[in-house]
């Protein structure tokens, strides 16, 4: 099995862990690489020099059949790596080096047990459905995917009025804002801040979560996923901006977006038989009762 170990600066690294990740990795006797940006972090705390073989840049070299990601950091990490995957079917474990996470599956001192697990097998994946965007602008240049979600949001102090169209019907048309339309994946992120619903990720849906419109009575809409979504876009004043995920971009004034579900997707790992409800209770600490 080979380890596409990747993560990214920003982090608060401790150079005791990164030695231990140095030892699960070659106790194991994985073959791996890592990106660059951690190569040299990994050099800068603790002296290990990566043969630039075993380094990968922006694009990920066509991976073989038996190869996993592993994201060392947050959600945010995670999602910058599946970004970097391109939409290869390569399984994605989370190590969590963050802090709340909802896509990381264990902490940073879950190392050897995680990578025990990977070695043994034992891991289990759930699949994740991928939101692809199609726009014609130029300033949008990378694979139009995305995990968790799609957002339109004004730059500036104008609102923007946002038609939205469900397979050819419209919707409504958003005044405010924005709007986010999210994966069940990602409404336990930005949706959910904006008044979502959280929804199993094993749902076949997407969100479309309005971001402060002046019309109190809109709220979010929960569609099936196999339907076709179209955005048109006016802003009064300035510019807007997209993103997908963690990445951001910015557009004209009057712009249109198509969205609908990817063909592909990605495997998440699932470790220790941790449900998404047990997920749930634990980061949002549901059930704890703050009297005492």
């Known amino acids: 099995m080979k380890i596409i170990l990747f993560s990214r600066r920003g982090l608060a690294f401790q150079a005791e862990e990164l030695r231990e990740l140095r030892e699960v990795i070659a106790e194991f006797g994985f073959d791996w690489a890592v990106n660059e940006e951690f190569a040299e972090i990994l050099r800068e705390q603790i002296g290990w020099e990566i043969p630039a073989?075993?380094?990968?840049?922006?694009?990920?070299?066509?991976?073989?059949?038996?190869?996993?990601?592993?994201?060392?950091?947050?959600?945010?990490?995670?999602?910058?790596?599946?970004?970097?995957?391109?939409?290869?079917?390569?399984?994605?474990?989370?190590?969590?080096?963050?802090?709340?996470?909802?896509?990381?599956?264990?902490?940073?001192?879950?190392?050897?047990?995680?990578?025990?697990?990977?070695?043994?097998?034992?891991?289990?994946?759930?699949?994740?459905?991928?939101?692809?965007?199609?726009?014609?602008?130029?300033?949008?240049?990378?694979?139009?995917?995305?995990?968790?979600?799609?957002?339109?949001?004004?730059?500036?102090a104008g609102m923007l009025s946002i038609d939205l169209f469900v397979d050819d019907e419209m919707v409504a048309t958003y005044h405010g804002d924005g709007v986010i339309i999210s994966t069940p994946t990602g409404s336990t992120a930005y949706s959910l801040s904006a008044g979502g619903p959280v929804v199993a990720p094993t749902c076949a849906c997407f969100v479309i979560t309005p971001i402060a419109p002046h019309n109190l009575t809109m709220r979010p809409v929960v569609i099936p996923d196999t339907s076709r979504i179209r955005l048109e876009v006016q802003a009064r004043r300035s510019e807007a901006f997209l993103t997908l995920d963690n990445r951001s971009y910015a557009v004209p004034s009057s712009c249109s977006f198509s969205l609908r579900k990817a063909d592909k997707s990605i495997f998440l790992a699932v470790p220790h038989n941790i449900s998404f409800y047990d997920t749930l209770r634990n980061k949002m600490m549901w059930g704890v009762d703050i009297r005492s």
């Open 53 to 156: 073989c075993q380094q990968y840049g922006a694009e990920i070299d066509e991976p073989t059949s038996e190869a996993v990601m592993v994201c060392y950091g947050g959600d945010g990490t995670l999602l910058e790596g599946v970004h970097r995957l391109g939409g290869r079917k390569l399984p994605v474990v989370g190590i969590n080096a963050g802090h709340l996470g909802f896509l990381t599956s264990d902490s940073r001192n879950g190392l050897r047990r995680i990578f025990a697990a990977l070695h043994a097998g034992e891991l289990r994946f759930e699949e994740r459905s991928l939101i692809e965007v199609q726009s014609g602008l130029s300033t949008v240049s990378d694979s139009g995917l995305a995990l968790n979600e799609f957002s339109i949001q004004r730059n500036g």
